[in-house]
């Protein structure tokens, strides 16, 4: 064909393609339909299988509690759900669990048997790591469930095969809630058993603090201690092997008030468990800890260890800054320190850095400074810097994480002498701390196309190579959340990380592929109508078909119109990755190809008032595939001259047809309406008049390209008889056939020359 994409602003209709793979099924365990699900009952071991499942989309009549999975209908990222439905036997409560499987597995339950039935509740990763976790309560004997096992992704994670175990469900334990805590005293190891744990939503009267900045702990269990000795204590469930989260309270009951919270990867070495420090606690002081699961799963089985700590850092706070003096490298170590939560009045959550400790640099002259923390065994470091030399400090800004570079970095123009800057290290909330280094200094020389003010321009199709190990964030967005969403911090939320940004001119119209397969980590692309930081948003990547890594963007771009396109990391943290290309594919043919044309039978009989007609051809490319324009001139004046376009795949010897020379082989066809519907464009037609200047005018609307004079011939082009369809690299020949009366004459035509046409 003349174009392998079709594009939906072209007239020309679709023409899709379905490649169909057949392979013997594996047995399924679990119906993949929510009509007809499979029946159990009673208590034991079900197995199921959703290797052969696919998405089905069902969530109870309550898509936001059971929606069932995060990907929610990306089937094309392995979801796949099957269904049970289960009968009570007896009365009671009951637990349903997937903790043998090796996915991460969504639990679903509804009320009722079939399609009908309604949410009652969702899990997931309820087991600590693999599969989940759901409790039933208040059964009655023949009561049915719908049973919805899902997943996260089976192509990344785990085979699909499991077994539901329904059981009877665990009793609330001891310490469920604030108001009934455990009592422990003194240093060390006091187990609990969450699993059959309620969720309290005891926040200590902060809930900005001790439920909004981490997200309240779930399944949790409540201890009141005391202590029996001075000093700093340290409280952590580093061995629990599950997502845990400890609040720590002042008091010992449900009037205890919050005082500090933990952040997921506090403990080094085990970054499922969590760690808070506690300093200058008074013997005798009474706390209420909370312990609970990250994730809203069933709980689980731990320990909490009380120490006495003797390594907290003595910049543990903001308050409390270790003094650099400077320029130069300064090694840190952040593996005892506790989270902070200190944000200079922006938002909790915001850019929340744990096991966070703090230093204070004064500038020694005016400039541009650069802070640059750089990972040891801290694997992924973040920072922000602030203006000031304490806990008024005030915002400047975020150095956002990357684990491919294992570094966070912090650009501030125009320091003055003797200003005061703090500075605030630390990680990610979900790793565990350890050492780094932060290295104050001269800015790096970065790339000269690494804002979008200052583009480079490119040509071609490419490959082209970037390398944007020493590029920094922009945070640039086009204006639209389609290519990212800058959040407070003025910091991309899912954006392109390390980005570089080039200027790019299509050499024709047509669809393009803008990608970087064979990328080795993750990309992104975005691609924005402009040249410079005022372009706006046009489509950001998504994965490829090249591998699930690599970026890939298909638009239809339009001669003479500048695209800025911008390169980096998939995400703010996948990013630099070094040096690598990206390309362009052109999904119209890749040269943008003209149609070859040349003239015959010619010249043609004269007409009425002597004249010739003249048809000629141009190849176009408007804002779709390519398409050749007819045009025909010289007609006569008079009389309008009515005519059509006619077309054969050959050429043969002159005919007499009424006044002139018809010069096609047979089969013969015209542009017409009856041709064009075969793609639904009854539009298509060839029909026309010449005007007063002897020039064919458009009847049909078919002359986007031609204001008004001649016709577009699009791709695909039927023609009757007998419907063949113009291919790549054929040859097919035009003439117009017009009305020609002399005076007197009740019926007479003429035609043009023939226009020889070779198609790309």
């Known amino acids: 064909m003349l174009s392998t994409c079709v594009s939906r602003a072209s007239s020309v209709g679709w023409i899709v393609v379905i490649l169909l793979s057949f392979v013997t099924p594996a047995f399924t365990q679990g119906a993949d339909d929510c009509m007809a699900p499979d029946a159990i009952a009673g208590t034991g071991g079900f197995p199921f299988n959703r290797s052969t499942a696919v998405w089905s989309g069902f969530n109870g009549g309550d898509p936001v509690q059971c929606a069932g999975n995060p990907n929610l209908g990306m089937e094309q990222y392995g979801v796949a759900d099957v269904f049970f439905v289960w009968t009570a036997t007896s009365d009671g409560d009951f637990d349903f669990t997937t903790c043998g499987s090796t996915s991460y597995d969504i ?41 919805q096992i899902s997943d996260w992704n089976i192509f990344l994670f785990g085979s699909g095969l499991g077994v539901l175990e329904v059981s009877a469900a665990l009793s609330t334990p001891v310490g469920d809630d604030c108001s009934s805590p455990l009592l422990i005293a003194g240093v060390g190891v006091f187990p609990f058993d969450s699993r059959g744990a309620t969720t309290s939503l005891f926040d200590g009267g902060n809930a900005q603090l001790c439920r909004a900045a981490i997200g309240e702990p779930n399944h949790d269990v409540f201890f009141a201690w005391t202590a029996t000795t001075a000093g700093d204590i340290e409280i952590r469930t580093c061995g629990a092997g599950c997502w845990t989260r400890i ?59 009380i120490s006495h700590s003797t390594s907290v850092p003595a910049n543990n706070s903001c308050a409390m ?3 650099l003096i400077g320029s130069g490298t300064f090694d840190l170590d952040t593996s005892f320190a506790s ?89 990610v909330w979900f790793e565990a701390p350890g050492t780094a280094t932060l290295t104050i ?18 040509a071609g199709l490419g490959p082209f190579e970037f390398d944007n190990i020493e590029a920094t964030t922009s945070g640039f967005f086009g204006g639209s959340a389609s290519c990212t969403t800058p959040t407070l911090t003025g910091a991309p939320s899912t954006g392109v990380g390390s980005d570089l940004f080039y200027t790019w001119t299509p050499p024709c119209s047509g669809a393009y592929r803008v990608h970087n397969c064979g990328s080795t980590y993750a990309t992104r692309i975005n691609v924005h109508y402009g040249d410079d930081c005022n372009a706006v948003c046009y489509l950001g990547s998504v994965n490829s078909s090249c591998g699930n890594e690599p970026a890939s963007v298909l638009f239809l771009a339009v001669e003479g119109q500048t695209y800025l396109i911008q390169v980096g990391g998939a995400h703010e943290w996948d990013a630099p990755g070094g040096a690598f290309t990206f390309a362009f594919t052109q999904v119209v043919p890749t040269s943008c190809p003209e149609v070859s044309t040349s003239t015959s039978c010619a010249p043609p009989q004269a007409h009425r008032e002597g004249g010739f007609v003249s048809l000629s051809g141009t190849t176009t490319w408007p804002n779709g595939p390519l398409r050749f324009h007819l045009d025909a001139t010289g007609g006569p004046t008079s009389g309008h001259g009515w005519g059509l376009v006619l077309i054969a795949p050959s050429a043969s ?9 018809l010069c096609l082989g047979s089969p013969i066809g015209r542009y017409t309406p009856r041709a064009a519907s075969l793609f639904g464009n009854a539009q298509f037609n060839s029909i026309g008049r010449f005007d007063a200047e002897g020039q064919f005018e458009n009847l049909s609307g078919t002359a986007d390209m031609g204001g008004g004079f001649g016709f577009d011939v699009p791709i695909a082009l039927p023609y009757a008889p007998p419907g063949q369809v113009i291919q790549s690299g054929e040859t097919w020949y035009f003439q117009l056939w017009y009305r020609d009366l002399e005076p007197g004459q009740v019926s007479s035509s003429n035609l043009s020359n023939v226009l020889e046409t070779v198609f790309p």
């Not at 087991?127 to 409790?135: M, N, Q």
């Not at 200094?441 to 490119?458: E, F, H, K, Y």
């Open 339 to 427: 989270t902070s939560h200190f944000q200079a009045g922006l938002a909790i959550g915001v850019a929340t850095i744990a096991s966070d400790i703090f230093y204070s640099w004064v500038a020694p002259e005016t400039g541009d400074v650069q802070f640059k923390l750089k990972g040891g065994t801290l694997g992924y470091p973040q920072m922000q810097v602030f203006s000031g030399s304490d806990c008024f400090a005030i915002h400047l800004g975020y150095g956002l994480y990357n684990y491919l570079g294992n570094l966070s970095r912090v650009q501030v123009s125009d320091v003055q002498i003797g200003e005061s800057i703090l500075i605030q290290v630390g990680n």
């Open 107 to 147: 639990l679903n339950l509804h009320l009722g048997s079939d399609c009908s039935a309604t949410c009652v509740g969702n899990n997931y990763r309820g087991c600590c790591a693999w599969g989940s976790r759901f409790a039933l309560r208040g059964v009655t004997t023949g009561e049915s469930y719908l049973v």
């Open 653 to 661: 010897a002159t005919v007499t047809l009424g006044n002139g020379l």
């Open 441 to 458: 200094g001269d800015w790096d020389v970065l790339p000269s196309n690494d804002d979008c003010s200052t583009p480079q321009a490119i």
């Open 247 to 305: 609040n720590l309270h002042e008091g010992s009951d449900c009037g205890a008030i919050c005082r500090a919270t933990s952040d997921v990867g506090a403990c080094a070495g085990t970054p499922a468990g969590s760690r808070v420090v506690l300093p200058d606690v008074s013997m005798g002081e009474t706390f209420l800890i909370q312990v609970g699961s990250e994730y809203p799963t069933g709980g689980f089985q731990g320990s909490v260890e």
């Open 321 to 323: 800054a270790t003094t």
